[in-house]
């Protein structure tokens, strides 16, 4: 069964930097693409962007540029999202997802990171 | 593409049917649409794709269907553990969108 282990909840003071995790098993991690999603507290789904992790080239979605970054370790078949000066606004719970090339839908999701900023 | 799901709250029994709806504002591409379960403090889970494909594992009384503009999710003989937040979701065109959800609640 495929798994996407996420790293665990942070807390985090406005402006600091924080760096969340995603480890894939059980498929070749290069075959597939990886999303990321946002779900603010109480709020519905937003689709951040995601990695092609053949080329490590990220795609944001409007909203998302800038504080962003989408990187790989493909030796750990691991993606990652790192949020740089964080805002209040960006406390939500932030998920990746499998991307199958062949379909671009999201089939296998990680449990979820909680990112709390908070002074 | 703004996705509408309606309505935004469904009270529904066990073993009734539940029919919701998924309207796109500009047609969804090749019908790029799909739909997602979730349950509180869980991640979501794919059950539809391609508009009328069930992902593994997902049982036959969920089934997707439409094209175009206008989608819907249909399960019949609801499950207690089918209660839930139902999301779709274009991924035809950039950026991939979702509704804003439906919530299914034990009458």
């Known amino acids: 069964q495929v798994q996407l282990v996420q790293s665990g909840s942070e807390l985090k003071k406005p402006g600091a930097s924080v760096k969340v995790s995603c480890k894939a098993s059980r498929y070749t991690f290069t075959a597939y693409g990886m999303n990321w999603v946002r779900q603010a507290p109480g709020q519905g789904l937003e689709w951040m962007g995601w990695?092609?992790?053949?080329?490590?080239?990220?795609t944001y979605a409007q909203g998302f540029t800038g504080r962003f970054v989408f990187s790989l370790d493909t030796s750990v078949s691991t993606a990652y999202l790192q949020i740089s000066s964080l805002k209040a606004e960006d406390t939500a719970v932030y998920y990746c997802?499998?991307?199958?090339?062949?379909?671009?839908?999201?089939?296998?999701w990680g449990q979820g990171t909680l990112v709390t900023v908070s002074s | 593409i703004v996705l509408t799901q309606s309505p935004g709250t469904l009270s529904l029994s066990p073993g009734e049917r539940a029919t919701l709806s998924c309207r796109a504002s500009?047609?969804?591409?090749?019908?790029?649409l799909a739909w997602y379960q979730q349950k509180p403090g869980r991640a979501p889970r794919l059950l539809i794709y391609?508009?009328?494909s069930r992902a593994t594992g997902i049982p036959d009384r969920f089934s997707g269907s439409g094209s175009g503009t206008d989608f819907t999710l249909t399960i019949t003989r609801l499950e207690p553990e089918d209660f839930a937040v139902f999301y779709c979701?274009?991924?035809?065109?950039?950026?991939?969108?979702f509704g804003q959800g439906t919530k299914l609640e034990i009458k």
């Open positions: 500009q047609s969804v591409s090749s019908s790029y």
């Open positions: 391609g508009a009328s």
């Open positions: 979701q274009q991924y035809g065109s950039s950026p991939y969108t």
């Open positions: 990695i092609n992790t053949n080329t490590g080239n990220p």
């Open positions: 997802a499998r991307l199958p090339y062949s379909g671009w839908y999201f089939d296998y």
